[in-house]
């Protein structure tokens, strides 16, 4: 696991923990967990809610490591309340279309602003293999322990998102970038395009 402290982001959002896991064994049971704990009452549920509130993201539609930052930076800049952080309560609330800034990372990485959509396409699913899991501020050890307890998966470093092959056709689909594919040039410079094109299309998204 990764763990970055952001300066500009308040004590209880930063640091930010990002793990990356490939060969996840528990996909189905995580996601039954998530909904198990977005619908159960009471102190039963706050407790569920606590054990899994993360950012759990289907890494097959994360292109690169790039792609992840800019997502999670956006994530943090329009849920932050638009003022100096000397001039704020602590801790600041964020300011969130979704449950809570974790779910807010997938509207992040959306394409569109269709909440369901967001959760249903970046959000873990029942086959999904490859997975990132984020976390906004907390203890790193204590973070670590609660992601291990969740994800039965091999924990590799983020960078290796890089390397892996993305699969294009899915992933064409939910960018609309396959018409790129029309562009005549060396393969590795098409990814490379396509790459840049929905890590644009992420950034000024949120900048409009």
């Known amino acids: 696991m990764e763990t970055y ?9 930063s ?6 896991f490939e060969d996840v064994e528990n996909s189905a049971s995580i996601k039954r967990r998530l909904v198990s704990a977005a619908t159960t009452p009471g102190a039963d549920g706050e ?8 950012a759990f993201i289907d890494a097959d539609l ?11 930076l956006a994530t943090l800049l329009t849920s932050l309340p638009n003022a100096p952080n000397a001039m704020l309560d602590a801790p ?24 369901s959509d967001a959760i249903r396409r970046f959000g873990v699913g029942e086959k999904t293999t490859r ?9 790193t050890a204590e973070v670590w322990k609660a992601i291990e307890a969740v994800v039965k998966g091999r924990l590799e470093r983020v960078d290796k998102i890089d390397e892996v ?3 294009w056709s899915r992933v064409d689909k939910v960018y609309k970038v396959g018409e790129m594919n029309q562009l005549k040039m060396p393969a590795a410079e098409l990814e490379a395009a396509k790459c840049a094109a929905i890590v644009n299309a992420v950034a000024v998204k949120h900048a409009m």
């Open 165 to 167: 092959d993305v699969p």
């Open 47 to 54: 407790l569920a809610r606590a054990a899994v509130d993360f």
């Open 62 to 72: 994360v292109v690169s490591k790039s792609h992840l930052t800019t997502a999670l």
């Open 131 to 139: 997975m990132v899991v984020v976390k906004f501020g907390g203890e």
């Open 92 to 115: 600041p609330v964020p300011r969130t279309r979704t449950h809570n800034i974790h779910s807010e990372v997938l509207c992040a990485l959306s394409p569109n602003n269709n909440i």
């Open 5 to 13: 402290t952001l300066a500009f982001a308040p004590p209880n959002l």
């Open 15 to 20: 640091p930010l923990h990002i793990a990356y």
